[in-house]
Nanobody, 119 residues
């Protein structure tokens, strides 16, 4: 079984910073990507950032230049460093593990951590 556990969410003022962490455990396959998605009221779930085992990254246009994703593959842990936070970043952030083995496999999800940006 694969399990993902997020941490690091909380209340932060506009312009502030937070770092989210996600630790994966269980039978982790080698060919994978890990990332962060978020869901806010009235909006669809959206990709925030994603990183492969090879280090390739993708970012949502809305966070590019403000957020940085990184991973420690030996520890099966992914991080999201968030700077210059704005109210629109308020959402539940979910960790994702994607199976990249052909022909395409499953996605695994954490339970989420809440980020609230408010004065």
């Amino acid at each position: 079984q694969v399990q993902l556990v997020e941490s690091g969410g909380g209340l932060v003022q506009p312009g502030g910073s937070l770092r989210l962490s996600c630790a994966a455990s269980g039978s982790i396959f080698e060919l994978n990507a890990m990332g962060w998605y978020r869901h806010a009221p009235g909006k669809s779930r959206e990709l925030v950032a994603r990183i492969t085992v090879g280090g390739s990254t993708d970012y949502a246009d809305s966070v590019k230049g403000r957020f940085t994703i990184s991973r420690d593959s030996a520890k099966n842990t992914v991080y999201l460093q968030m700077h210059s936070l704005i109210s629109e970043d308020t959402a539940v952030y979910y960790c994702n593990l994607e199976d990249l083995r052909p022909p395409g496999g499953m996605d695994y999800w954490g339970k989420g951590t809440l980020v609230t940006v408010s004065s």
